[in-house]
């Protein structure tokens, strides 16, 4: 399973971007890139996932350089309400038994302030 | 839909004491796994399933036991509550493998005296 390396916290202001790298030099070929967030005393939601370039939806974007050794997720102008632990996650769409278990990390705490 | 349920929300059980954590999903979802969340620190897998009699271990098994009779219900006992085990437990499903979508229940936060 890829290990997965974030920076543990970082700060930003209200209407600012936030980009969080994460790093998973042993991604396997099978494997895509996950993001999720939580709020505390909530259990932990999907945001983006992707697999190589860019991803984008409607809360976030995800670039994904072409050796996939890292990823970048995108906040476009967070709000107070973005505050919250994110977290990457590296693993394949199919369960392939032994090793392949989905763990997360410590995340990475974001904390946007006005 | 309801999606994932785990009853109870917050428990407290003295040390030595049994229970089972509750945990449901109504997505028809194959893969359901048990995690644990300590103060400040990320999720841990306990153990997980990816189908129905089927259960394997995580990260973090010891102390805890599982089964998954339905694909719908993945119930975590704990046979002798430890204080060590105080901590917040989720539980997720997905509906193949573990890189698919998750998705959480709201939690149980248990406490052992």
């Known amino acids: 399973l890829a290990k997965t390396t974030q920076p543990i916290s970082m700060d930003s202001y209200e209407g600012q971007e936030v980009n969080i790298t994460c790093s998973h030099n042993n991604i396997a070929t099978n494997d895509y890139i996950t993001w999720y967030q939580q709020f505390p005393s909530q259990g932990p939601r999907f945001i983006i996932q992707g697999y190589k370039t860019k991803v984008t939806n409607e809360v976030a974007s995800l670039f994904i350089p072409a050796d996939r050794k890292s990823s970048t997720l995108s906040l476009p102008r967070v709000s107070l309400s973005d505050t919250a632990v994110y977290y990457c996650l590296v693993a394949g769409l199919v369960f392939t038994g032994g090793g392949n278990k989905l763990t997360f990390g410590t995340g990475t705490q974001l904390k946007v302030e006005l | 839909n309801a999606g994932v349920t785990q009853t109870p929300k917050f428990q407290v059980l003295k040390t030595g004491q049994s229970m089972t954590l509750q945990c449901a999903q109504d997505?028809?979802?194959?893969?359901m796994s048990w995690y644990r969340q300590d103060p400040g620190m990320g999720l841990r897998l306990i153990h997980y399933s990816v189908g129905a009699g089927i259960t394997d271990q995580g990260e973090v098994p010891n102390g805890y036991n599982v089964s998954r009779s339905t694909t719908e219900d993945f119930p975590l006992r704990l046979l002798s509550a430890a204080p060590s085990q105080t901590s917040v437990y989720f539980c997720?499903?997905?509906?193949?493998?573990?890189?698919?979508?998750?998705?959480f229940g709201p939690g149980t936060r248990l406490l052992v005296l």
């Open positions: 997505m028809n979802h194959e893969y």
């Open positions: 997720a499903s997905s509906s193949s493998g573990t890189g698919e979508t998750q998705y």
